[in-house]
């Protein structure tokens, strides 16, 4: 079975400071992964994904995320962080064969003041 | 932007009645999903489609059914609605290989 784990449901910065939110995932297969962003009252919009080719990942609005297989992890950055940029954010997984059902966390919420 | 419409986008209903949510795609698109979301759940699996007539069971699948009996159409049910499901209700669609999903606006769904 495939699961997200994402640490921190809230994370604050100041605009111009760097953006982490933690991913962590687990899977018995080759995953695929994706960051998708949740504005108020919207649905998701896919920021990237990783498909196994490169291990960074760019993605919109100047955010990326690193693939790293020895830690399961699929950190998402962005180096300077502007107030649009304060939305709900999920990560998500799911296997590069068969039926590629995706599986969410649980969501952060990036906050971010002047 | 994907041509996904989720109809109602909001809908107020009392326990006990049936309710019936409408997910239409325009992309032709082979898997459909719904998913509710939930504070501190993030989103969760109702059910999906991998097509015509092919569904399946999500984590959260007790209290709702669903139907797909056109390509474009993904229908779910809440047979009798309680308060717990209360949430708001988003429809995805995807297509192999990469299985990155796109979302539908969402129904805001309050069952008093």
């Known amino acids: 079975a495939q699961s997200v784990t994402q640490l921190g449901s809230h994370v604050s910065v100041s605009e111009g400071a760097l953006v982490l939110l933690r991913c962590n995932y687990s899977s018995s297969v080759p995953p695929y992964l994706f960051w998708y962003v949740q504005y108020p009252n919207q649905g998701l919009q896919l920021l990237l994904k990783?498909?196994?080719?490169?291990?960074l990942v760019k993605g919109i609005n100047g955010f990326e995320a690193e693939f790293k297989k020895s830690e399961t992890s699929f950190h998402l950055t962005k180096p300077s962080a502007h107030m649009s940029d304060a939305a709900e954010y999920f990560c998500a997984v799911s296997q590069n064969t068969g039926f590629q059902k995706l599986v969410f966390g649980t969501g952060t919420r990036l906050l971010v003041s002047p | 932007d994907a041509g996904i419409t989720q109809s109602p986008r909001h809908k107020v209903t009392e326990t006990g009645t049936p309710v019936t949510l409408r997910c239409h795609q325009t992309e032709n698109h082979r898997y459909m999903y719904w998913y509710r979301q939930d504070p501190g759940h993030g989103l969760r699996l109702i059910h999906y489609?991998?097509?015509?007539?092919?569904?399946d069971k999500g984590e959260v699948s007790d209290g709702y059914s669903v139907s797909r009996s056109k390509t474009e159409d993904f229908l779910l049910t809440l047979e009798s609605a309680t308060s717990s499901q209360t949430s708001v209700y988003f429809c995805a669609i995807s297509e192999p290989p990469l299985g990155e999903a796109f979302f539908g606006q969402g129904t805001r769904l309050t069952v008093v």
């Open positions: 990783y498909t196994s080719a490169a291990t």
């Open positions: 489609s991998y097509g015509v007539k092919d569904t």
